[in-house]
T-cell receptor, first 114, second 116 residues
Framework: DGGITQSPKYLFRKEGQNVTLSCEQN?????MYWYRQDPGQGLRLIYY???????QKGDIAEGYSVSREKKESFPLTVTSAQKNPTAFYLC?????????????FGNGTRLTVT | AQTVTQSQPEMSVQEAETVTLSCTYD???????LFWYKQPPSRQMILVIR??????QNATENRFSVNFQKAAKSFSLKISDSQLGDTAMYFC?????????????FGQGTILTVHP
């Protein structure tokens, strides 16, 4: 079945360490996105990519980095510069545009930094 | 910039009854889409229903329907014949048209509990 795979489901890191969250999709979607979810807040867009080798900052990109070397993969690195990295991270994909291709989400990664 | 507001942090309903979740938004865009997503305890985000702003007819998907009031910038979700499996957090989301399609702005969410 086609879908989005995020790994790992739970991730623990010490403060000051960079950590990379994996996101892979086999939906043949051009666009991929990273959202962050915090308690009491809706999802907020971190980065998005509409085509391979190109990506754009979202609303809360500070302290994060991404790469898009392959259509299927869009890893997110949470750097030590991110002040409050503990959160639930959701990856999503879609066709580049058009109302018939809504966002498809992965199952998320819960990151805890202590 | 767009904003999406869900004013009901929590709602509850008895099984088989009807419940309405509220959502308001603010935008200067003319071409946009509105969505309701469901996030059950598994935390998987699931699309419930979608509305194109240029369509006057309210979207329906089985037991789920919306009341889209464009002038009032209101987009409420009605769940009929509520089921236990409807228990989840519900997010209202706004998406601009064109190449910004996947960049959604989400509301804060409403936790819905369906009681037997």
């Amino acid at each position: 079945d086609g879908g989005i795979t995020q790994s790992p489901k739970y991730l623990f890191r010490k403060e000051g360490q960079n950590v990379t969250l994996s996101c892979e999709q086999n939906l043949n979607h051009d666009a991929m996105y990273w959202y962050r979810q915090d308690p009491g807040q809706g999802l907020r867009l971190i980065y998005y990519s509409q085509i391979v080798n190109d990506f754009q900052k979202g609303d809360i990109a500070e302290g994060y980095s991404v790469s898009r070397e392959k259509k299927e993969s869009f890893p997110l690195t949470v750097t030590s510069a991110q002040k409050n990295p503990t959160a639930f991270y959701l990856c999503a994909s879609s066709r580049r545009k058009g109302p018939n291709s809504p966002l498809h989400f992965g199952n998320g990664t819960r990151l805890t930094v202590t | 910039a767009q904003t999406v507001t869900q004013s009901q942090p929590e709602m509850s309903v008895q099984e088989a009854e009807t419940v309405t979740l509220s959502c308001t938004y603010d935008t200067s865009e003319n071409n946009y889409y509105l969505f309701w997503y469901k996030q059950p305890p598994s935390r998987q985000m699931i699309l419930v229903i979608r509305q194109e702003a240029y369509k006057q007819q309210n979207a329906t998907e089985n037991r789920f329907s919306v009341n889209f009031q464009k002038a009032a910038k209101s987009f409420s979700l009605k769940i009929s014949d509520s089921q236990l499996g409807d228990t989840a957090m519900y997010f209202c989301a706004f998406g601009a048209g064109g190449t910004s399609y996947g960049k959604l702005t989400f509301g804060q969410g409403t936790i819905l509990t369906v009681h037997p």
